[in-house]
């Protein structure tokens, strides 16, 4: 079974929000195989802490419209890793030394990567790489 349709939409619409707040390395993985909480983890880098908050409040207004209910949010107060849980899809925002340190890429390596839309990871010279080669599901 792979990330439902419902929850592959939700996860690009928090993408894009985040690439309109100049997200990096935006990175969409499909965790529903390994866990039974969540369809989908986001991945999206930011380069201190008001460039983190400021992409946390994007994806935050982004999903309340797609009618997305957050349960919670645990690290904003910190801003060097803030997840948020939408039920489907659960939304990790980290400072760039903290997504090399805690490469969650390579802890979920054998889950599939979900496709983004190409403005998505490309634009701007914003080259989501942080997969390395993975295997893509179509979105």
């Not at 419902?6 to 997200?23: E, F, N, V």
């Not at 209910?69 to 060097?80: I, L, N, S, V, W």
Request: hydrophobic share 40%; proline share 1%.
């Amino acid at each position: 079974m792979s990330a439902t349709e419902h929850a592959t939409g939700l996860a690009i619409a928090a993408a894009r929000a985040a690439a309109d707040k100049k997200a990096e390395h935006l990175a969409a993985i499909d965790v529903s195989e390994r866990l039974g909480l969540t369809d989908v983890f986001l991945l999206a880098s930011g380069s201190n802490d008001r460039h983190v908050h400021a992409i946390v409040d994007a994806v935050d207004e982004a999903m309340h419209h797609a009618g997305a209910k957050r349960r919670t949010r645990e690290g904003f107060a910190d801003a060097h890793w803030v997840l948020v849980d939408y039920g489907d899809v659960v939304v990790h925002v980290l400072q760039n030394e903290d997504r090399e340190f805690y490469s969650l890429e390579r802890l979920w390596k054998d889950c599939p990567a979900i496709e983004l839309p190409v403005d998505l990871t490309h634009e701007n010279g914003r080259d989501s790489d942080a997969l390395g080669g993975r295997e893509t599901t179509a979105s």
